[in-house]
């Protein structure tokens, strides 16, 4: 039987946790939760998504605030036909209380200087209290596989949980620089570092196997699979070792004088009775056999006995418990580029690029019991793609203002499959592409509304999607308010929800030599509040 479990977990948690691209997040403050399009932003937290348009502050200090509560819910739904209570769903509830977006910026004259910190990837906390399909098909195959070994099995059950965490925390500085009235320039890095936690276990797999030739507690009874996998091998290597002693006493018998086309029968009843329980027990008739056709038979299935002891004692070693405790970590730096231009007071256009981000993760095994899920010391690929992104602001009125944005992220270039020891495996159809209106309308002098909308389209194809990752076009609609509590603090409240269109996917699970069919459902909803706080220390 093939290994029980096999995953690529750092996939079920690390990338991006809401607005973004596949690895990428861009909600990065609470303003963008209300408004949605930030792209050509000119406030505090242009320090992420326009730093060029930070000059448009004027001389002094700001500082921004933000926090972002997420939940988010992932639904597979799988129809493999040995799976208990096929079609089955699997639920995984991803949280993330704690999302903080912090932005400083100086301006003096022509010169801006600024840093941020968010999370850049990630961001949350996954948990599957009962695991996912990939975990569990190679479970359900223990109850096929039996019966084709002429062992009726009904049940199965099994113990598992997992839970990890992920974030990619970004620590990016700028340095702006105002060319004229209309046009900014600015060029910054971002630290990225990375840090993903898994921790969880696949324990107590059982079965009711209708066996009591391997021992009276296999009588239909739910027993432990790897106890009876044990007791199954010591049972075939007995039956080879008697195999082969009972073959070498028939030989012996036709090397003493007789003849080898003696009739078995007339052999002594213990040697019959012997002979004909081990033959039996292949499958195999002794009706009619003299002893030289019984030794050479007896001589033949010895091996076979032995074989199949030899996949027994496989198979109660990949049905033992299975615990997981491992962290992977690297860091990566992305350089990056913007650009502000305002041809006239009433529009304001922007363009940010962020270079390919080159990420390698190390991993560390805390415990050796995570069946090989793991390796000390391995290394993953986990580079974030190249990002353009392009904005624009546009005041008809004093009092309204309408937002457009769109980004791209180059996922054609960039290496998913998360080795780099492998040839890569080409999961990507086309970039991936973010686009989306907002308006906000001040109603006083002291507050303003707004809504916005997003949407996405992504570019994988069905070698990206599976249980552990897969990705959906999107539609996230936010709205919230703005209040200026004094001329110098503002406060931005929002909040967001992320329709995710359904996605699927055919494919073949093999069970031995045969592929079974099997359809993959993929489900997912997300929602957020944000709260942010700006300050402004200017004279």
Same mark, same amino acid.
């Given at each position: 039987? +093939?290994?029980?479990?096999?995953?690529?977990?750092?996939?079920?948690?690390?990338?991006?946790?809401?607005?973004?691209?596949?690895?990428?997040?861009?909600?990065? =403050?609470?303003?963008?939760?209300?408004?949605?399009?930030?792209?050509?932003?000119?406030?505090?937290?242009?320090?992420?998504?326009?730093?060029?348009?930070?000059? +448009?502050?004027?001389?002094?200090?700001?500082?921004?605030?933000?926090?972002?509560?997420?939940?988010?819910?992932?639904?597979?739904?799988?129809?493999?036909?040995?799976?208990?209570?096929?079609?089955?769903?699997?639920?995984? !509830?991803? =949280?993330?209380? %704690?999302?903080?977006?912090?932005?400083?910026?100086?301006?003096?004259?022509?010169?801006?200087?600024?840093?941020?910190?968010?999370?850049?990837?990630?961001?949350? &906390?996954?948990?599957?209290?009962?695991?996912?399909?990939?975990?569990?098909?190679?479970?359900?195959?223990?109850?096929?596989?039996?019966?084709?070994?002429? #062992?009726?099995?009904?049940?199965?059950?099994?113990?598992?949980?997992?839970?990890?965490?992920?974030?990619? /925390?970004?620590?990016?500085?700028?340095?702006?620089?105002?060319?004229?009235?209309?046009?900014?320039?600015?060029?910054?890095?971002?630290?990225?570092?990375? @840090?993903?936690?898994?921790?969880?276990?696949?324990?107590?797999?059982?079965?009711?196997?209708?066996?009591?030739?391997?021992?009276?507690?296999?009588?239909? =009874?739910?027993?432990?699979?790897?106890?009876?996998?044990?007791?199954?091998?010591? /049972?075939?290597?007995?039956?080879?070792?008697? %195999?082969?002693?009972?073959? @070498?006493?028939?030989?012996?018998?036709?090397?003493?004088?007789?003849? @080898?086309?003696?009739?078995?029968?007339?052999?002594?009843?213990?040697?019959?009775?012997?002979?004909?329980?081990?033959?039996?027990?292949?499958?195999?008739?002794?009706?009619?056999?003299?002893?030289?056709?019984?030794?050479?038979?007896?001589?033949?299935?010895?091996?076979?006995?032995?074989?199949?002891?030899?996949?027994?004692?496989?198979?109660?070693?990949?049905?033992?418990?299975?615990?997981?405790?491992?962290?992977?970590?690297?860091?990566?730096?992305?350089?990056?580029?913007?650009?502000?231009?305002?041809?006239? $007071?009433?529009?304001?256009?922007?363009?940010?690029?962020?270079?390919?981000?080159?990420?390698?993760?190390?991993?560390?095994?805390?415990?050796?019991?995570?069946?090989?899920?793991?390796?000390?010391?391995?290394?993953?690929?986990?580079?974030?793609? %190249?990002?353009?992104?392009?904005?624009? $602001?546009?005041?008809?009125?004093?009092?309204?203002?309408? %937002?457009?944005?769109?980004?791209?992220?180059?996922?054609?270039?960039?290496?998913?499959?998360?080795?780099?020891?492998?040839?890569?495996?080409?999961?990507?159809?086309?970039?991936?592409?973010?686009?989306?209106?907002?308006?906000?309308?001040?109603?006083? $002098?002291?507050?303003?509304?707004?809504? &916005?909308?997003?949407?996405?389209?992504?570019?994988?194809?069905?070698?990206?999607?599976?249980?552990?990752?897969?990705?959906?076009?999107?539609?996230? /609609?936010?709205?919230?308010?703005?209040?200026?509590?004094?001329?110098? #603090? !503002?406060?931005?409240?929002?909040?967001?929800?992320?329709?995710?269109?359904?996605?699927?996917?055919?494919?073949?699970?093999?069970?031995?030599?045969?592929?079974?069919?099997?359809? $993959?459902?993929?489900?997912?909803?997300?929602?957020?509040?944000?709260?942010?706080?700006?300050?402004?220390?200017?004279?």
């Amino acid at each position: 039987m +093939k290994k029980i479990l096999s995953l690529a977990a750092s996939l079920l948690i690390t990338g991006s946790l809401l607005a973004g691209g596949l690895v990428t997040n861009t909600n990065q =403050s609470a303003l963008f939760t209300r408004l949605q399009n930030r792209n050509a932003s000119t406030g505090i937290d242009a320090v992420y998504f326009n730093p060029a348009g930070l000059t +448009k502050l004027g001389d002094g200090f700001f500082v921004s605030l933000n926090n972002q509560t997420i939940g988010q819910k992932k639904t597979i739904n799988n129809n493999y036909t040995y799976l208990s209570g096929s079609p089955k769903d699997y639920i995984g !509830d991803v =949280s993330a209380p %704690a999302y903080p977006g912090v932005y400083v910026a100086f301006n003096k004259g022509k010169l801006s200087l600024s840093a941020g910190f968010n999370p850049i990837g990630g961001g949350g &906390g996954a948990k599957y209290n009962k695991g996912l399909p990939s975990f569990e098909l190679s479970i359900a195959d223990i109850v096929p596989g039996l019966a084709s070994q002429g #062992i009726p099995t009904s049940q199965y059950s099994a113990d598992i949980f997992f839970e990890g965490s992920s974030v990619y /925390f970004g620590y990016q500085a700028n340095v702006g620089y105002k060319v004229s009235e209309k046009l900014s320039l600015a060029a910054g890095v971002r630290l990225v570092s990375a @840090a993903n936690t898994y921790s969880g276990y696949l324990k107590s797999i059982s079965i009711n196997p209708t066996y009591p030739a391997f021992g009276a507690a296999y009588a239909g =009874s739910m027993v432990l699979a790897s106890s009876f996998f044990t007791s199954g091998a010591a /049972f075939l290597n007995g039956l080879a070792a008697s %195999a082969t002693s009972a073959s @070498a006493g028939l030989t012996t018998a036709i090397t003493g004088g007789v003849p @080898a086309g003696t009739p078995l029968s007339a052999m002594p009843p213990a040697t019959v009775a012997g002979v004909t329980q081990l033959l039996g027990a292949a499958g195999i008739s002794a009706a009619g056999m003299n002893i030289g056709t019984a030794a050479a038979t007896l001589a033949a299935v010895a091996p076979a006995f032995t074989a199949k002891g030899t996949a027994m004692t496989a198979n109660a070693a990949a049905t033992q418990d299975i615990q997981v405790d491992a962290e992977e970590s690297g860091m990566g730096y992305t350089p990056l580029i913007s650009a502000n231009y305002s041809p006239s $007071e009433k529009l304001n256009i922007s363009l940010r690029y962020e270079f390919h981000t080159k990420l390698e993760l190390k991993t560390k095994v805390n415990n050796n019991m995570s069946g090989g899920i793991f390796v000390d010391g391995e290394k993953v690929v986990a580079d974030m793609p %190249a990002l353009l992104a392009i904005g624009a $602001e546009f005041k008809p009125m004093s009092k309204l203002m309408i %937002a457009a944005s769109m980004n791209m992220y180059f996922d054609k270039k960039t290496d998913y499959d998360g080795s780099s020891a492998l040839p890569n495996i080409n999961m990507i159809d086309k970039n991936f592409l973010e686009y989306g209106l907002g308006v906000e309308y001040g109603l006083s $002098e002291k507050l303003r509304a707004s809504a &916005g909308w997003v949407a996405t389209a992504t570019g994988v194809n069905d070698a990206y999607q599976n249980d552990q990752r897969y990705s959906t076009n999107t539609n996230s /609609f936010g709205a919230g308010i703005g209040y200026r509590i004094t001329p110098k #603090i !503002d406060l931005n409240l929002g909040g967001q929800y992320t329709f995710y269109a359904e996605g699927s996917k055919d494919f073949n699970h093999m069970l031995g030599a045969n592929p079974i069919p099997v359809t $993959e459902v993929y489900n997912k909803n997300t929602w957020l509040v944000g709260v942010g706080v700006d300050f402004y220390f200017g004279k």
